[in-house]
């Protein structure tokens, strides 16, 4: 578990899938650097400072977390050192406070370095960012403690997953079962698997004997038969997967569109849903309307009000009422809009017939190019500048195609922060 305290959000820029992204937030920046010396660029492309890191972590609430010779500090947006590198091990900071380890133990600190939990515990970390509960281990088992310290769930588990509504999935002897904030038991440790409450209502299980999965509300009545293969739940979707296709129900289990539709992940961007069907694409909506009708040869999911779709060997682009909004005359693979700009690239079958994207370029949304695609990789960065991959250099150019600085990471090429 120390690993995930360790783990640094990395965007990394895939062949078959560039990512076109920025963020916005009070500090933007990259990471570059190899190995043992990585060091932080601002916006423009020019580092914060002189110094070099094994490990920069993502910036949060104002600091940084990095690694120095073994050991865990945090630096402002300037490179100044704010807490010294004292630390085994360390979180991010969130909500204000950061776990952190020292001699095998965690405990946890707030932005100034103080000690608002001493170290006392074999883990301590936030269970997501916007949990005020954070999740701790002692004794090999699992509980949960306020930012003050104090026991919410006394640890007896042996493992406890997401806080979703205010209940918890907790493992119990190898069973798992649903208990409130209180310690309450809502469904008994009888089952193979649970889901999060995240729609505040049901959620999914799987029995013993039976690795199928159904859906259950907090009042234990079964409102889906667990005949499926899976079951995703989300705030607004329950998906469902059986033998290889997927359908869609509603938080109270009344299914509104059967599992006909070829299985991925895929589930709702901006309304709407891809559905695939004996090779054609289309979209329904979260009431299950097919709103789009399965006419297209393929698509991508909607991003921005927008979505790429094939018709006749080319790519355009449709809105939400199934209108054209950029002409069909894009030939390759297409890629959906993100902060105003949609990669698109040629399309070749390396050995083995799978499929390899070739050189990427971006489009705005009034269909015209502006990035070229002679790039291996190719994503939005900030203030119409781009990052691009080429001849194994990852760089930050302009929308002149101009270089303003060499990224130099090797496994994950660049990273913006939150």
């Given at each position: 578990m120390n690993k995930i305290l360790k783990a640094a959000l990395l965007f990394t820029l895939y062949i078959s899938a560039p990512i076109a992204f920025a963020q916005k937030n009070d500090f933007k920046y990259y990471i570059a650097g190899t190995d043992e010396k990585l060091y932080i660029l601002n916006q423009d492309g020019k580092p914060i400072s002189n110094e070099t890191y094994s490990y920069i972590g993502e910036?949060?609430?104002?600091?940084?977390?990095?690694?120095?010779?073994?050991?865990?500090?945090?630096?402002?947006?300037?490179?100044?050192?704010?807490?010294?590198?004292?630390?085994?091990?360390?979180?991010?900071?969130?909500?204000?406070?950061?776990?952190?380890?020292?001699?095998?133990?965690?405990?946890?600190?707030?932005?100034?370095?103080?000690?608002?939990i001493i170290p006392q515990y074999e883990e301590l970390y936030f269970e997501n960012n916007d949990s005020a509960f954070l999740k701790f281990k002692n004794n090999g088992l699992?509980?949960?403690?306020?930012?003050s310290g104090k026991v919410i769930i006394p640890n007896k588990y042996d493992n406890l997953g997401d806080i979703e509504n205010g209940f918890v999935a907790a493992q119990s002897n190898g069973n798992y079962g649903l208990i409130d904030l209180k310690d309450n038991v809502i469904a008994p440790f009888i089952y193979t698997y649970l889901g999060s409450v995240k729609n505040g209502y049901s959620f999914s299980f799987s029995e013993k004997g039976n690795p199928k999965m159904g859906l259950m509300n907090l009042s234990g009545k079964v409102l889906l038969n667990p005949?499926?293969?899976?079951?995703?739940?989300?705030?607004?979707?329950?998906?469902?997967?059986?033998?290889?296709?997927?359908?869609?129900?509603?938080?109270?289990?009344?299914?509104?569109?059967?599992?006909?539709?070829?299985?991925?992940?895929?589930?709702?961007?901006?309304?709407?849903?891809?559905?695939?069907?004996?090779?054609?694409?289309?979209?329904?909506?979260?009431?299950?309307?097919?709103?789009?009708?399965?006419?297209?040869?393929?698509?991508?999911?909607?991003?921005?009000?927008?979505?790429?779709?094939?018709?006749?060997?080319?790519?355009?682009?449709?809105?939400?009422k199934g209108e054209t909004s950029i002409d069909f005359k894009f030939v390759g693979?297409?890629?959906?809009?993100?902060?105003?700009?949609?990669?698109?690239?040629?399309?070749?079958?390396?050995?083995?017939?799978?499929?390899?994207?070739?050189?990427?370029?971006?489009?705005?949304?009034?269909?015209?190019?502006?990035?070229?695609?002679?790039?291996?990789?190719?994503?939005?960065?900030?203030?119409?500048?781009?990052?691009?991959?080429?001849?194994?250099?990852?760089?930050?150019?302009?929308?002149?195609?101009?270089?303003?600085?060499?990224?130099?990471?090797?496994?994950?090429?660049?990273?913006?922060?939150?």
């Amino acid at each position: 578990m120390n690993k995930i305290l360790k783990a640094a959000l990395l965007f990394t820029l895939y062949i078959s899938a560039p990512i076109a992204f920025a963020q916005k937030n009070d500090f933007k920046y990259y990471i570059a650097g190899t190995d043992e010396k990585l060091y932080i660029l601002n916006q423009d492309g020019k580092p914060i400072s002189n110094e070099t890191y094994s490990y920069i972590g993502e910036f949060s609430e104002g600091l940084f977390l990095v690694e120095k010779s073994g050991k865990f500090g945090y630096i402002d947006k300037k490179g100044a050192i704010v807490l010294p590198f004292i630390y085994d091990q360390a979180s991010k900071v969130m909500n204000g406070v950061a776990a952190v380890q020292i001699d095998g133990k965690y405990g946890l600190i707030d932005q100034k370095g103080k000690y608002k939990i001493i170290p006392q515990y074999e883990e301590l970390y936030f269970e997501n960012n916007d949990s005020a509960f954070l999740k701790f281990k002692n004794n090999g088992l699992y509980g949960l403690i306020n930012k003050s310290g104090k026991v919410i769930i006394p640890n007896k588990y042996d493992n406890l997953g997401d806080i979703e509504n205010g209940f918890v999935a907790a493992q119990s002897n190898g069973n798992y079962g649903l208990i409130d904030l209180k310690d309450n038991v809502i469904a008994p440790f009888i089952y193979t698997y649970l889901g999060s409450v995240k729609n505040g209502y049901s959620f999914s299980f799987s029995e013993k004997g039976n690795p199928k999965m159904g859906l259950m509300n907090l009042s234990g009545k079964v409102l889906l038969n667990p005949v499926y293969d899976h079951i995703y739940t989300s705030l607004d979707e329950v998906r469902l997967i059986e033998n290889r296709k997927k359908g869609i129900a509603n938080k109270y289990g009344i299914v509104l569109l059967k599992p006909e539709y070829r299985s991925d992940f895929e589930g709702f961007n901006d309304g709407l849903m891809l559905l695939e069907k004996d090779g054609k694409f289309g979209f329904t909506n979260i009431n299950g309307q097919i709103v789009i009708d399965l006419i297209y040869d393929a698509a991508r999911p909607f991003s921005e009000g927008l979505a790429p779709v094939l018709k006749d060997g080319r790519w355009g682009f449709i809105n939400k009422k199934g209108e054209t909004s950029i002409d069909f005359k894009f030939v390759g693979v297409m890629v959906s809009f993100h902060d105003g700009f949609a990669a698109y690239g040629k399309r070749k079958v390396s050995s083995g017939g799978h499929y390899t994207t070739d050189k990427w370029g971006l489009i705005d949304k009034k269909g015209n190019i502006v990035i070229q695609n002679k790039y291996d990789n190719v994503m939005v960065a900030y203030n119409n500048n781009f990052i691009v991959e080429l001849d194994g250099k990852k760089l930050l150019i302009n929308d002149k195609e101009e270089v303003i600085a060499l990224l130099n990471y090797e496994e994950s090429p660049v990273t913006i922060g939150n």
